[in-house]
């Protein structure tokens, strides 16, 4: 399967503990977001890459959020000392350039207990 | 700031019949996409609409986008339970990058 990958699938987790979660995009895609969706919403943007820079950031992305993608290939979204409200299915995606199609993954589900 | 909306949010049809589904969006913007996401599912891509009255088809759903109205449309037509799902509009925010999502509408089609 060549589409956007991420992982964990799920995760249950106890508030104040910090979850990592990973994306790989489709290879060559050179745009990568994340997106955060909470049930009976649309997907909120948190933030996107090109290339390895991480070009725009949501208010949304408090400063417990960190988001990363080192060599321009996979990223990383990690959340500190974790609270229920971040709760929530965590959606990755990438595009090849700008006017294109954007790709999601299947989502992360993050459940704060 | 960029606003997206979507009317109506929840749509419940019979089989076989045409309804559309209506995207307003608050800032000009010359890309507009739709999505389905099914529960439970991730969003699939179904349109991306790239300029002024452009339009697409793909079997039974047809979309088109009217930049100078700031509107797009989603028209299905002789609807199936198939198609039964969460669709969502989305335009292009902030410097080129992040979509900015509609609520979405609830489509349920019933026998």
């Known amino acids: 399967d060549t589409g956007v990958s991420q992982d964990p699938r799920h995760k249950i987790t106890k508030r104040g503990q910090n979850v990592t979660f990973r994306c790989d995009p489709i290879?060559?895609?050179?745009?990568l977001y994340w997106y955060r969706q909470t049930l009976g919403q649309g997907p909120e943007f948190l933030t996107y890459?090109?290339?390895?820079?991480?070009?725009?950031k949501s208010r949304l992305l408090s400063d417990r959020f960190s988001a990363e993608r080192p060599k321009g290939s996979f990223s990383t979204l990690e959340i500190q000392r974790t609270e229920q409200g971040d709760s929530a299915m965590y959606l990755c995606?990438?595009?090849?350039?700008?006017?294109?199609?954007?790709?999601f993954g299947e989502g992360s589900w993050l459940t704060v207990v | 700031e960029l606003k997206v909306e979507q009317n109506p949010l929840f749509l419940s049809m019979q089989e076989g019949k045409n309804y559309t589904i209506y995207c307003n969006y608050s800032?000009?913007?010359?890309?507009l996409y739709w999505y389905r996401q099914d529960p439970g599912k991730s969003l699939e891509s179904l349109f991306v609409l790239l300029s002024n009255g452009a339009v697409k088809q793909e079997g039974r759903l047809m979309a088109s986008l009217d930049t100078k109205a700031r509107l797009s449309t989603l028209h299905i037509t002789a609807a199936v339970h198939d198609l039964s799902a969460t669709y969502f509009c989305a335009v292009i925010g902030g410097s080129q990058g992040n979509l900015i999502f509609g609520k979405g509408t609830k489509l349920s089609v019933k026998p």
């Open positions: 800032t000009t913007s010359d890309r």
């Open positions: 890459f090109q290339n390895e820079a991480q070009l725009e």
């Open positions: 995606a990438s595009s090849l350039g700008q006017g294109n199609t954007i790709y």
């Open positions: 290879s060559e895609h050179n745009r």
